[in-house]
């Protein structure tokens, strides 16, 4: 059974930092592109990072680029996401999710088609204040 917990969220003053974790279980995690998810209050969960299996490629999306670093240890099981220079706009509820084979490196990612995962955690808050 896939599981996802994702933990590391906080508040936080707008400029400073937090790293979100996500433990993964249930399937090999090197074996699979891994996205990082934002969902905004009223707004659809939307993709922010994608790190690709294998060659460990990671994308990210424009607004978050220069600012979030995302990494995997496989042999932890485990996800990150490195949340820098946060902004008041990077407020959210923020998700890992295993993405859909055979997308193995972040293909549709890189051309903006958002396929749902199949599987999602229960998310952590990040909240930043101004």
């Known amino acids: 059974q896939v599981q996802l917990v994702e933990s590391g969220g906080g508040l936080v003053q707008s400029g400073g930092s937090l790293t979100l974790s996500c433990v993964a279980s249930?399937?090999?995690?090197?074996?699979?592109?891994m996205g990082w998810f934002r969902q905004m209050s009223g707004k659809e969960r939307d993709p922010i990072t994608c790190?690709?299996?294998?060659?460990?490629?990671?994308y990210y999306r424009d607004s978050v680029k220069g600012r979030f670093s995302s990494s995997r240890d496989n042999a932890k099981n485990t996800v990150y996401l490195q949340l820098n220079d946060l902004k008041p706009e990077d407020t959210g509820v923020y998700y890992c999710a295993q993405i859909r084979t055979p997308d193995y490196y972040c293909s549709g990612f890189k051309r903006g088609i958002f396929v749902e995962p199949e599987h999602w955690g229960q998310g952590t808050q990040v909240t930043v204040s101004s």
């Open positions: 249930g399937f090999t995690l090197e074996n699979y592109a």
């Open positions: 790190l690709s299996s294998h060659d460990n490629e990671v």
